[in-house]
């Protein structure tokens, strides 16, 4: 993909609304998950449906020289933060990629350790400042927006700064949009600390607003109360984070929050994944091709990570963060029962030693059918939806997912549990029909993980015409931003008034 970097940004007069982006990551300069993939697709989207937007994000050590080399400097100022009245140094580094603007935030303090999330103690002051810094920065710049998009609980703070203190500034006209992307991490910590570091006024911390309980603090909690309107990246997920098992003891407050709550499915850049055009595929393929095109892939891949090379094996995928939210433990009771003569598991993730272990272990068992590539890597990511055959999300929960969108668009079917975004993005295939995109299963259970791959071998192997089907099906399915940057555009348009 050819970055066009630095571009100058035309004036948009006939913007239909202005919306500034906050958020703790964005690819290409850093990404530990989906949220970093939103971040990048979902403004580009925007723009196409004529919005104005601009992203503010860390300007963290680790973004990549090629771009913090071409960064323009727009200003500089001091901000006073926390309770005893020190001022921090706010710097704004600017970068315009295809159309784009993207405001990073720099502060030496803050943001001088490798890599975006530490612990809870470095990260709580190192959001709050950010979450502040981004408002003070959209002053500064005298550019402001009609709606400001918080993502996730590092920018949760945004909401409660823009109707407190910066109430009677220029952004405090905006209103917010807090998104979801994943409940379970929620900024929580002892209410002096977070007190302390925000010096947010004392009634923000009463009853419903951040008090989690006598003691602490929740900065997403807060959030949500004070946002104009709450989002999340899937209808199921919105339902299901209202009720206690998904809710993460916020249930009771998304319940009561629960007219302002919309679930919007998210999407994938189509150009960043496209097996046509991408440049890190040994073989590019389409829809007309792909059959014959991902043996050639699964070739390189198998070659690449050690395994036997045949083009007659099964390859089942999983990339991933590791940890229990992805439905690992299933995966471990019947890693065994998986994997056989015919069928090779690849793992490319890094997360809890116990899952690394665990899959460096059967790599070690079964030699040559598996691969347990422990890391972080972009390029073999692309190089595993295009050469395996299958791919596996079982998760526990999940808020949308993306892999298993990248892997439809990649002719590579899903094997996914019926939960949030997976359930509404994977139809079921039917052997009575023929129809559907994938194999799916409900109870949170191996039995049922094992019975749904066993589901996917027999087409696989026993019914090669309709799973060569299904595969250029799944590769026509509409994975794009479109739809639901336009559903976005409507909420804005709605805020906006
Ligand atoms: P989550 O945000 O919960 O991690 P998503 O499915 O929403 O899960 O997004 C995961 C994104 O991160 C996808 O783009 C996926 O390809 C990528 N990814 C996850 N683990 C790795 C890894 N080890 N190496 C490269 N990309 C990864």
Same mark, same amino acid.
């Given at each position: 993909?050819?970055?066009?970097?630095?571009?100058?940004?035309?004036?948009?007069?006939?913007?239909?609304?202005?919306?500034?982006?906050?958020?703790?990551?964005?690819?290409?300069?850093?990404?530990?998950?989906?949220?970093? /993939?939103?971040?990048?697709?979902?403004?580009?989207?925007?723009?196409?449906?004529?919005?104005?937007?601009?992203?503010?994000?860390?300007?963290?050590?680790?973004?990549?020289?090629?771009?913090?080399?071409?960064?323009?400097?727009?200003?500089?100022?001091?901000?006073?933060?926390?309770? /005893? &009245?020190?001022?921090?140094?706010?710097?704004?580094?600017?970068?315009? !990629?295809?159309?784009?603007?993207?405001?990073? !935030?720099?502060?030496?303090?803050?943001?001088?350790?490798?890599?975006?999330?530490?612990?809870?103690?470095?990260?709580?002051?190192?959001?709050?400042?950010?979450?502040?810094?981004?408002?003070?920065?959209?002053?500064?710049?005298?550019?402001?927006?009609?709606?400001?998009?918080?993502?996730?609980?590092?920018?949760?703070?945004?909401?409660?700064?823009? @109707?407190?203190?910066?109430?009677?500034?220029?952004? &405090?006209?905006?209103?917010?949009?807090?998104?979801?992307?994943?409940?379970?991490?929620?900024?929580?910590?002892?209410?002096?600390?977070?007190?302390?570091?925000?010096? !947010?006024?004392?009634?923000?911390?009463?009853?419903?607003?951040?008090?989690?309980?006598?003691?602490?603090?929740?900065?997403?909690?807060?959030?949500?109360?004070?946002?104009?309107?709450?989002?999340?990246?899937?209808?199921?997920?919105?339902?299901?984070?209202?009720?206690?098992?998904?809710?993460?003891?916020?249930?009771?407050?998304?319940?009561?929050?629960?007219? @302002?709550?919309?679930?919007?499915?998210?999407?994938?850049?189509?150009?960043?994944?496209?097996?046509?055009?991408?440049?890190?595929?040994?073989?590019?393929?389409?829809?007309?091709?792909?059959?014959?095109?991902?043996?050639?892939?699964?070739?390189?891949?198998?070659? @690449?990570?050690?395994?036997?090379?045949?083009?007659?094996?099964?390859?089942?995928?999983?990339?991933?963060?590791?940890?229990?939210?992805?439905?690992?433990?299933?995966?471990?009771?019947?890693?065994?029962?998986?994997?056989?003569?015919?069928?090779?598991?690849?793992?490319?993730?890094?997360?809890?030693?116990?899952?690394?272990?665990?899959?460096?272990?059967?790599?070690?068992?079964?030699?040559?059918?598996?691969?347990?590539?422990?890391?972080?890597?972009?390029?073999?990511?692309?190089?595993?939806?295009?050469?395996?055959?299958?791919?596996?999300?079982?998760?526990?929960?999940?808020?949308?997912?993306?892999?298993?969108?990248?892997?439809?668009?990649?002719?590579?079917?899903?094997?996914?549990?019926?939960?949030?975004?997976? @359930?509404?993005?994977?139809?079921?295939?039917?052997?009575?029909?023929?129809?559907?995109?994938?194999?799916?299963?409900?109870?949170?259970?191996?039995?049922?993980?094992?019975?749904?791959?066993?589901?996917?071998?027999?087409?696989?192997?026993?019914?090669?015409?309709?799973?060569?089907?299904?595969?250029?099906?799944?590769?026509?399915?509409?994975?794009?931003?479109?739809?639901?940057?336009?559903?976005?555009?409507?909420?804005?348009?709605?805020?906006?008034?």
């Amino acid at each position: 993909m050819e970055e066009q970097e630095n571009q100058t940004v035309e004036a948009r007069p006939d913007a239909k609304c202005k919306i500034a982006f906050v958020g703790s990551e964005c690819y290409p300069f850093v990404k530990t998950g989906g949220l970093g /993939d939103v971040m990048y697709a979902l403004p580009r989207a925007l723009i196409s449906q004529n919005c104005d937007v601009r992203v503010f994000l860390p300007k963290y050590r680790c973004i990549p020289e090629k771009y913090r080399e071409k960064m323009v400097y727009r200003g500089s100022f001091m901000m006073d933060l926390c309770q /005893d &009245g020190r001022s921090f140094f706010v710097g704004i580094m600017e970068l315009v !990629i295809d159309g784009v603007i993207y405001d990073f !935030i720099e502060n030496e303090e803050f943001f001088s350790w490798g890599n975006p999330y530490t612990d809870l103690y470095a990260d709580i002051p190192k959001y709050s400042y950010f979450s502040k810094a981004s408002l003070a920065a959209m002053n500064y710049l005298e550019w402001t927006p009609d709606v400001v998009h918080c993502h996730d609980w590092q920018a949760a703070l945004v909401p409660i700064y823009l @109707k407190t203190q910066f109430a009677p500034t220029p952004v &405090g006209r905006a209103k917010s949009i807090l998104t979801i992307h994943n409940l379970r991490f929620q900024g929580i910590c002892g209410i002096p600390h977070m007190k302390y570091w925000t010096n !947010i006024p004392g009634f923000v911390f009463d009853y419903p607003g951040m008090k989690q309980n006598a003691d602490d603090a929740n900065m997403m909690k807060g959030g949500l109360a004070f946002a104009d309107c709450i989002t999340t990246v899937s209808k199921t997920y919105a339902g299901e984070i209202q009720t206690g098992f998904y809710g993460e003891r916020l249930d009771d407050h998304l319940r009561y929050h629960s007219g @302002k709550l919309v679930g919007i499915v998210n999407g994938i850049d189509v150009e960043q994944w496209n097996s046509e055009t991408d440049s890190l595929l040994p073989a590019n393929y389409t829809a007309a091709d792909a059959i014959e095109k991902k043996k050639a892939n699964k070739l390189a891949l198998q070659e @690449k990570l050690g395994l036997e090379q045949d083009e007659n094996k099964m390859v089942i995928g999983l990339i991933s963060r590791l940890t229990n939210q992805k439905g690992l433990d299933l995966v471990n009771a019947i890693f065994g029962n998986i994997v056989d003569a015919n069928t090779q598991i690849v793992v490319l993730g890094t997360g809890d030693h116990n899952y690394e272990n665990s899959f460096r272990y059967y790599e070690g068992v079964h030699k040559g059918s598996v691969c347990a590539y422990i890391s972080y890597n972009e390029a073999l990511a692309h190089q595993i939806y295009a050469g395996s055959d299958a791919l596996l999300v079982p998760s526990l929960f999940e808020p949308c997912g993306l892999t298993q969108l990248i892997a439809m668009r990649y002719g590579t079917i899903p094997i996914v549990r019926e939960t949030g975004g997976l @359930k509404d993005t994977v139809q079921p295939y039917n052997e009575s029909t023929n129809e559907g995109n994938g194999f799916t299963f409900f109870d949170y259970d191996a039995g049922a993980l094992f019975d749904a791959v066993c589901r996917t071998k027999d087409v696989y192997f026993k019914e090669r015409d309709r799973w060569d089907e299904m595969v250029v099906r799944d590769m026509g399915v509409d994975v794009s931003w479109d739809k639901s940057a336009r559903e976005y555009c409507d909420l804005y348009m709605k805020l906006k008034g």
